[in-house]
């Protein structure tokens, strides 16, 4: 009985790790979707809609739409060694200086 309920626990912390995986790559479509909207070229506007594009993909990947068990497993390990630390710089930096105003 010991057995299944680790079995279970180990689901449901993969099942947690994607989604935060997911969180990562939507978090990282919002700020292309906020520098689209700051751009004042139409190429980067074009290049921001691209990166868009790419992240909806990988959510999908992510999510089990698109893609196979491998190419998800190789976005789970993009989202959480470079997306992770983009935003968290990013976050944070905006953390800091809203902690400055108030």
């Known amino acids: 009985m010991q057995?299944?309920?680790?079995s279970v626990m180990v689901e449901i912390k993969k099942a947690m790790d994607?989604?935060?995986a997911v969180d990562l790559v939507n978090m990282m479509k919002m700020m292309a979707s906020?520098?689209?909207e700051k751009a004042t070229s139409q190429?980067?506007?074009s290049?921001?809609?691209r990166l868009?594009?790419?992240y909806c993909y990988e959510e999908g990947?992510?999510?089990g739409r698109n893609g196979d068990e491998q190419a998800r497993a190789s976005l789970y390990d993009k989202a959480f060694n470079m997306y992770s630390p983009i935003v968290k710089k990013a976050y944070g930096a905006k953390r800091s200086s809203s902690n400055l105003r108030g």
């Not at 057995?3 to 680790?6: A, D, M, T």
Request: charge should be positive.
């Open 34 to 36: 906020r520098r689209k």
């Open 52 to 54: 868009i594009n790419m």
């Open 61 to 63: 990947v992510l999510m």
């Open 3 to 6: 057995f299944k309920n680790i």
């Open 47 to 49: 290049k921001q809609q």
């Open 18 to 20: 994607y989604d935060i």
């Open 43 to 45: 190429n980067e506007k």
